[in-house]
Every structure is written in C-alpha cells, then in structure tokens.
C-alpha cells in the first residue's frame, strides 16, 4: 500500500470503515470497523406499500418508483463487500414474512456496503487529544446516514468556533489514545 504525508492545520478524518487503516503519527488507529449490510431490491406490486415497515429481522422501504428496498444484514466479515445466496434468501423470506404480497416479488438489484462500527456502536466525533488539529468523525454504523447533517454541524463548529465542546458520549478519547 502506498503511504502519502500532507501537512494541514486541521485534518478531518472521516474516512468510515477504512478508517482503522489511517495512520496518525501519535495516535492510536481509530478503533473502526467494516460491517457488512446487504439489501435487496425488490419489484413489488406498485403501491402495496405506503410506508416504511420494520420487523425484528429486518425492514422493508417502499420508494417511489413502486420497488421496495429490503435490508438488510448484519455481517461481521471484513472488508468483503460480495452479495451472498444466503443473505439474498434470508432478505427475501423475511419480506414476505412481513408483507406476504411481496410473494412473487422480482429483485432488481442486491447490493452490500460496508459500515463503520465503533467499539460501542456510536460514532467518534470530536477533537484528538493527542494529535492537535485532527478531528474524528467516523464510526457512524447503521446511522451513518441518518446522522450526516448532524455531524456536519458539529464539525464546523469544531473547525470554527475554538472552544465548542461537542456531545461528551462521541469523544474520541473514550476509544483510546485518539
């Protein structure tokens, strides 16, 4: 792997599941780690679905086009981003397990990603306390998109407002010498 050096003022790492494989001369590696997510796309009866619908195994998102996203799963396998037989079963069982119209459902597309996961499952957003001008904001998870506005804010508040404490429970420090 090749290595590269910048020199910056402030540095931001937010660099997800690959974010353990930043080197920072001073800190620990960011405690993060791939989690794989498959979903399922499926073409589903237009309008069967009106809203999100969840279930212990799973959830089920109807999107405008009529298909239905169908996700997803929980994999502990590196930084394997193949589609399995197993998971395209297991989404598909389980929704028509929570919407059995979605039977004779076709599938339009099976796609995996890759989920950044802390040691605690919440994300590491703040000021290092070892590294001055590094700013962790990764290890988002399954809410990585959910919390990306959130994070922004709090982000450019680091960047410009000297002096903003963030939230407490996201301080990089609880997951080492960050």
Known sequence: MASSAWDSDIVILAAGSWSSRITVAGAEPAPVKPIRGQLLQL????GLLQRVIWGAAGYLVPWPDGTVLVGATVEDV??????TQEARHHLLDMAVTLVPGLKDAGISDMRAG????GPDELPL????QVVPGLIYATGHYRNGVLLAPLTA???RRLVFEPGYVPIAALAPERCGRL
């Open 43 to 46: 073409l589903g009866p237009r």
């Open 78 to 83: 590196g930084f394997d981003e193949n589609v």
């Open 114 to 117: 890759l989920r950044p996961r």
């Open 125 to 128: 957003i703040g000021h290092s």
């Open 153 to 155: 804010q709090i982000v």
